[in-house]
């Protein structure tokens, strides 16, 4: 009696019902594998879910502040779409979210004498500046010196986060209270709210509108064209005359502004001053977002709301269950995993024989 081989065997288109739903289907895997660290600590996986739903979408203040959370995330997952359709493989946009924060803080203290308006448009052109350059210097060393990306952006992280881990520890330490946080920018430069009595403020909208932005670009104009050419494959893009070095520039630059807008709005948004932790891993969770919406910008938006509703409710199911809130990560990670599993299953399909 033979052995039962399981083998990888390619597979020309797989079928469309599987394209749909398989991000619904790694949700579903994803919070079925963490039920089992919950039914080690102990607690009911159905009672905990419950929690997690009620506390992202249970009330008024929970859905606001699940749409808060999910300001950041739908930018950092745009942003890393963007450079993934061109193979750009962009892991550095939590730097290039600190630094578009750095960059807001820096304009916000100077405290100038603009109207609101013209204050929040100033900083969020240097937000965005201040990303597109942050991306652009791996871009150009991957697109002109064939560098590794993955390495360059990833270690780009730790480099601007120190940057800002210096000034606040510096020239940027409050004075008053002596910890390492920026004094508030100015008032003026505040992003207006939505919402009286709530956090909700214009970075919704902003992030909204790339989603829109991203769909355009890549769908309906030339260097979109040229973006998902250079990303399925360079060798045949330069056969018809498609510039890839410059196709993969561009992409770094925007993709890293997209990413530093994410910063501004923690800063003019919700934190009205820089901290060491601007960002709980926005940017990193942007990578498990835009594989999880399968680089397209509607599954993104959904992807990134998803996400915002784990991080939200989690913090009610931990307070009530008395839970680490660590379990949110624990589910984001699982989702990555998951989902790196069912793109592996779009290009293969599983065979099972026996062997000889």
């Not at 652009?136 to 480099?159: E, R």
């Not at 100015?186 to 829109?212: E, M, T």
Request: no cysteine.
């Amino acid at each position: 009696m033979g052995l039962i081989s399981v083998k990888l065997e390619k597979r020309n288109t797989p079928p469309v019902w599987f394209q749909i739903f398989a991000p619904f289907i790694a949700i579903l895997i994803s919070l079925a594998i963490s039920s089992i660290f919950l039914l080690i600590l102990k607690k009911n996986p159905f009672t905990a879910f419950y929690y997690m739903f009620v506390g992202a979408v249970g009330s008024k203040f929970a859905l606001l502040e699940m749409l808060v959370k999910a300001s950041p995330l739908i930018l950092t997952g745009i942003a890393v779409a963007f450079a993934f359709t061109a193979k750009y493989w962009n892991i550095g946009a939590e730097g290039q979210l600190y630094a578009g924060a750095l960059a807001a803080t820096w304009f916000g203290l100077m405290k100038l004498p603009f109207s609101p308006v013209v204050y929040v448009l100033v900083i969020i052109v240097a937000g965005i500046v201040a990303g597109a350059i942050w991306s652009f210097i791996p871009g150009y060393l991957k697109a002109k010196l064939k560098v590794d990306d993955v390495v360059t952006t990833l270690l780009m992280n730790y480099v601007m986060i120190y940057i800002v881990s210096a000034l606040l520890n510096g020239p940027w330490r409050d004075p008053v209270t002596m910890y390492p946080s920026s004094p508030s920018i100015a008032p003026n430069a505040y992003f207006p709210k939505l919402i009286p009595q709530s956090r909700l403020h214009l970075g919704i909208i902003i992030s909204l509108l790339a989603v829109a932005f991203m769909w355009f670009i890549i769908k309906k104009t030339k260097l979109g064209f040229e973006i998902r050419a250079t990303g399925a494959s360079s060798r045949a893009s330069n056969f018809l005359g498609i510039n890839t070095v410059k196709s993969i520039i561009i992409v770094s630059i925007i993709s890293g502004g997209i990413a530093g807008l994410a910063g501004v709005g923690e800063v003019a948004g919700v934190q009205y001053h820089l901290i060491q932790t601007i960002s709980p891993g926005y940017g990193y969770s942007g990578i498990v977002i835009a594989m999880l919406g399968r680089l397209n910008p509607i599954g993104i938006l959904l992807a990134a709301i998803y996400f915002a509703m784990v991080i939200t409710g989690a913090n009610v199911m931990s307070y009530n269950l008395h839970i680490p809130i660590y379990i949110s990560d624990v589910i984001q990670g699982i989702t990555l995993i998951v989902m790196l599993m069912m793109l592996l299953l779009f290009e293969y399909r599983i065979k099972i024989g026996r062997g000889k």
